[in-house]
Each structure stands twice: as C-alpha cells, then as structure tokens.
C-alpha cells in the first residue's frame, strides 16, 4: 500500500505491530469520512416527504469532488488493481481554506476501514459471526453471482458512489430494500439503483453516466477514463455558465473504448443552483441522446 502514490488515494505510512494496540498509520483528513461529510452540509430534512434537499454544496462541489473519486479510480485502473469496495464511507474528505473559499480534496481510502462504522452496509449471511460482509448494495451482479470482480466492476460501484453525491447522502442505493432482496434480485437478472428510485431528479447527463456504470454486460460499462471526461466537461460547463450568466452549451463524450458508444450534446438554460432542481429549470436538451 506505501507504493501507492497518488493525490485522491489515502497515503499509508506504515504500521505499529511491536505491541498492542496496533496501529495503522494514515494521511491525516481533517474533515472525515465523505458520506458523514455530505450529511454535515445539509439542513434537517423537511417534514414533507420528498421535500428538496437544502444543502451548502455546489454543483460544482458535487462535482469536484466526484472527479477526485474518479482521479483515483484512473490510477487503480491504470495500475491494474481493483478496490472491491468503493463506497462514500470508504472516501476521506480534508477541507482547507484558501484565499477565504473552501478548497475540498477527496481521497479514496484503504479497503474495510470503515466496517465497524457503517456495519448495516455490510451483508453477512452465512458467514461466522463477527466476519467481514460484502457491501451487497454497492456490488456490481456478476460479484455476487460469480464472485467476479474487476475494473469493471470497481466501475459499477463509483456509479453508486455518483448517487449518494447527487443525494448529498441523505439515502444510500436501495434504502428502503433489505440486502436479502438486493441480493435475490442480482441473482435473477439485475437491479441498479435508480430502477428502485423513482424520484431523484438528475441533471441527464450523470443519470447517463450512472446508467452506463450500471450495464448488466460489464464489458459494455465505460472506462474509468472516459467517464473521467464526462465529468470534467460538466464541470467546465457549469463554471462558464454560471461566469458568463447566460445560456451555454458543452459537448459531453463518453467514450466505451471496446464499443465506441456515441457522445452526448448538452444544451443547458446557463445557471443552474443544485441537480435536484435543474429539470424543474426545464433543462433544454434537444440534442440530448439518452444512454439506455
């Protein structure tokens, strides 16, 4: 883990074994874990069910931080190694301040640390008491099928990750399922996320990007690269809209480097606050071209 060096990957120092307790010795992030992170910026929910979520983020916070995520991803790929449990909990968040704005870099952390913390998330049926679970809800169907993990399925996951941005972690992927049934319905055929969640609303483009990350066939879902492209398009669209305060327009490709998929031209009204209320912007796409 020393050898890994990377700016959006946690840094591993070493370890203190001479005694107990033992010790991991980690890159300090003063802001902690980045699902807590993401719940720490927003308002108590509103009593209405479905009520908008009231959050001090940015789109273009959202954003960055899920290209730092992706940053690293691109160096796992690259590297050829596979996290197996890429999941917001397992993200580490250090905020600074600089020149009186708020500088965020997010890291991927080292695998299982957040276990103890965010026990609920890990299924463990069949497995001795006290043993490691499996993250069932963030897991691509051919890891719980046929115990198959690749790139590609590290893939699936940061797909996931992208919906507990976009809802600044105030519900995880199949909240109102149990892991059972996540489980039972991988097994006949696939689920993903927003197959169960009828009401997030999302700008088109990261709904697409999730699509794409959530193929059944995992040869068929983009690169961590290509994806990387669609992110940083956005994000240079939404800061030129948002500098200039008129109407612009960004091409967006995501680019499958085995199936050449098409790219997508977005056509945006210019200013838009948050993802939760930009297709209430009537948000005019014409040439939008829909990933299935």
């Known amino acids: 883990m020393s050898q890994i060096q990377h700016p959006n ?99 991927i952390a080292d695998f299982g640390m957040s276990r103890d913390v965010y026990s609920k998330d890990y299924y ?3 497995m ?21 993990h690749t790139t590609q399925s590290d893939v699936w996951s940061f797909g996931v990750v992208l919906y507990e941005l976009m809802a600044y972690g105030q519900k995880g992927p199949y909240h109102e399922l149990s892991n059972d049934y996540v489980l039972e319905m991988q097994k006949r055929g696939g689920i993903h996320p927003l197959m169960v969640d009828k009401t997030m609303e999302l700008e088109p483009t990261v709904r697409n990007v999730m699509l794409q990350c959530w193929k059944m066939n995992r040869d068929e879902r983009p690169t961590f690269r290509s994806v990387l492209q ?18 612009g327009e960004t091409e967006v490709f995501l680019i499958n480097e085995k199936h050449q998929t ?30 299935s």
């Open 9 to 107: 990957i946690l840094h591993f120092y070493g370890v203190c074994v001479e005694k107990e307790p033992f010790y991991i010795v980690m890159e300090y992030m003063n802001s902690g874990d980045l699902l807590s992170y993401l719940q720490s910026t927003c308002a108590p929910a509103a009593a209405e069910p479905y009520a908008p979520v009231v959050s001090s983020l940015t789109v273009a916070d959202l954003l960055n931080m899920a290209r730092d995520i992706n940053q690293g991803c691109v160096y796992l790929e690259d590297t050829k190694k596979i996290h197996r449990d890429l999941a917001a909990r397992n993200c580490l968040v250090r905020c600074e301040e600089v020149d009186g704005a708020v500088r965020r870099t997010v890291k």
């Open 124 to 126: 463990r049926r069949g």
């Open 128 to 148: 001795r008491r006290g043993g490691p679970g499996v993250p069932v809800k963030w897991m691509a169907p051919e890891c719980l099928t046929e115990n198959i």
């Open 230 to 247: 669609v992110l940083e398009s956005l994000l240079e669209n939404y800061i030129a809209t948002n500098e200039a305060g008129s109407q």
């Open 262 to 291: 098409e790219g997508t031209m977005l056509t945006g009204p210019g200013k838009c606050e948050s993802f939760p209320t930009l297709r209430r912007k009537e948000y005019s796409a014409g040439n939008i071209i829909a990933f």
